[in-house]
């Protein structure tokens, strides 16, 4: 475990309770309005928007609550107005975090990670204490052993920077401007994308010991059960 991203971990909620899988269709949903405000309701000229619909299928969102968010964010559905924030924390064992939430009050929203943080040693910093850690890639993420040595070949060509072992998956590191051109190269080739968008890496990691793991993993967790987190990254590794 090298940091925690939710989304990375979307082919595991598949199997989610009816409860579960209600957050998670909330979560995306308020995804995929900020993604329509921004850029506008067209998935073909809205890169951000066109990945948050392919999550949402991933977990078998319906087309309607696809459709309403979009809406909602293009203006033609009112609704609350939300804001995308990514806060900067200080997590247990001087660990660092960046906490990305889409909030429509963010003083709410930032008592209730205040919270959270405080039962694990932890606490929301001013802007600048963790982020400097962090830089944003592309990160296209596929089963472990699927590429071939000339598709690799192809792959730094396309502007991959590294490969690195996760686990079950490897993944592939590039500039945030490579990642569709990344993801089409696959999908040409038949291979099986199991994530593939921006996330915050850690520029270097410190390790924890695999006595910590239980506390972490319940922080990441608490934080995830928070209704606007939308993603959570950290600069930890077991």
Do not use: C
């Not at 982020?131 to 192809?154: H, M, P, S, Y």
């Amino acid at each position: 475990m090298s940091g925690h991203s939710k989304w990375a971990r979307i082919k595991h909620k598949k199997a989610l309770t009816d409860a579960k899988k209600s957050k998670v269709f909330s979560k995306i949903a308020a995804v995929i309005t900020v993604a329509s405000r921004e850029g506008g309701g067209d998935p073909n000229a809205n890169a951000k928007l066109r990945m948050t619909i392919e999550k949402a299928k991933e977990v078998n969102m319906p087309n309607e609550n696809i459709e309403r968010a979009i809406k909602r964010g293009t203006g033609e559905l009112e609704g609350a107005k939300l804001e995308e924030l990514t806060y900067e924390a200080l997590g247990p064992h001087n660990s660092a975090l960046l906490i990305k939430v889409i909030t429509d009050n963010k003083n709410r929203t930032a008592a209730e990670l205040k919270k959270i943080l405080l039962e694990f040693d932890g606490k929301l910093g001013e802007k600048g204490t963790a982020a400097w850690l962090f830089e944003e890639k592309g990160v296209v993420r596929i089963k472990k052993g699927t590429l071939q040595e000339n598709q690799t070949l192809d792959l730094i060509e396309l502007g991959v920077e590294d490969f690195k072992d996760d686990g079950e998956q490897t993944l592939l590191i590039s500039g945030v401007n490579n990642l569709e051109k990344i993801k089409d190269y696959l999908q040409k080739n038949h291979i099986e994308l199991e994530g593939a968008e921006p996330e915050f890496i850690a520029k270097n990691y410190i390790e924890i010991a695999e006595k910590d793991r239980v506390e972490f993993e319940k922080l990441f967790e608490a934080l995830d059960e928070q209704n606007e987190v939308e993603e959570i990254y950290s600069n930890i590794k077991f």
